[in-house]
C-alpha cells in the first residue's frame, strides 16, 4: 500500500506540474507572437523539457537515496547520451543567441516545431539523474 501511494503521489505531481507547465508555456507562445520576442518562450521550452525529464527519474531517485548507500556518477553515461542530448535540447536557444549558422539548427528549425529538442531535453534531464548510482547497485563494469 505504500508503494502505491508513493507511485500514485509521483504521478500526481509530474502530471500537475506538466499540466502548469505546458499551459505556462502555451501563454508565453501566445505572448510571444503578440510582442514579436520569442526568447522567453524558447528559455523555457528548453529548460521546461530538461527539468520533467529530472521530474520523471526522480521518484527512483528518491527510493535510491533511501537506501543510504554510497554514490558514483556515470560519466560515460553523461558523455555519450547527455552531452548530445543536451546539445540538441539547446538548439533554438544558440540559434537565438548566436544566429543559425550553427550545425544542425538548421535542420531543426525546418521541421517547425521544437517537438524534437523537447524530446532531446527530456532524455538529458532522466540521463542526468540517472547516471547517479548507488555503489550497491552498480555491477563490476570492465
Same mark, same amino acid.
Request: proline share 3%; aromatic share 18%; charged share 15%.
Given at each position: ?37 520569442? *526568447? ?12 520533467i525529464g ?10 535510491e537515496i ?10 560515460? *553515461? ?58 550497491a547497485s ?5
Amino acid at each position: 500500500m505504500k508503494r502505491f501511494l508513493f507511485i500514485f503521489f509521483s504521478t500526481a505531481v509530474i502530471g500537475f506540474v506538466f499540466y502548469f507547465g505546458m499551459d505556462y508555456q502555451m501563454r508565453l507562445r501566445e505572448k510571444s507572437a503578440i510582442i514579436f520576442d520569442i *526568447k522567453p518562450y524558447i528559455s523555457f521550452a528548453s529548460f521546461f523539457s530538461i527539468f520533467i525529464g529530472m521530474l520523471l527519474r526522480l521518484p527512483k531517485l528518491i527510493l535510491e537515496i533511501r537506501d543510504k548507500q554510497r554514490w558514483s556518477f556515470d560519466w560515460m *553515461k553523461i558523455i555519450v547520451i547527455g552531452i548530445p542530448s543536451l546539445y540538441i535540447a539547446m538548439i533554438p536557444l544558440f540559434a537565438l543567441v548566436y544566429g543559425m549558422n550553427l550545425w544542425f539548427s538548421n535542420v531543426v528549425m525546418l521541421v517547425g516545431d521544437i517537438t524534437f529538442t523537447t524530446i532531446a531535453g527530456v532524455i538529458f534531464g532522466y540521463v542526468l539523474l540517472d547516471s547517479l548510482n548507488s555503489k550497491a547497485s552498480t555491477t563490476n563494469k570492465n
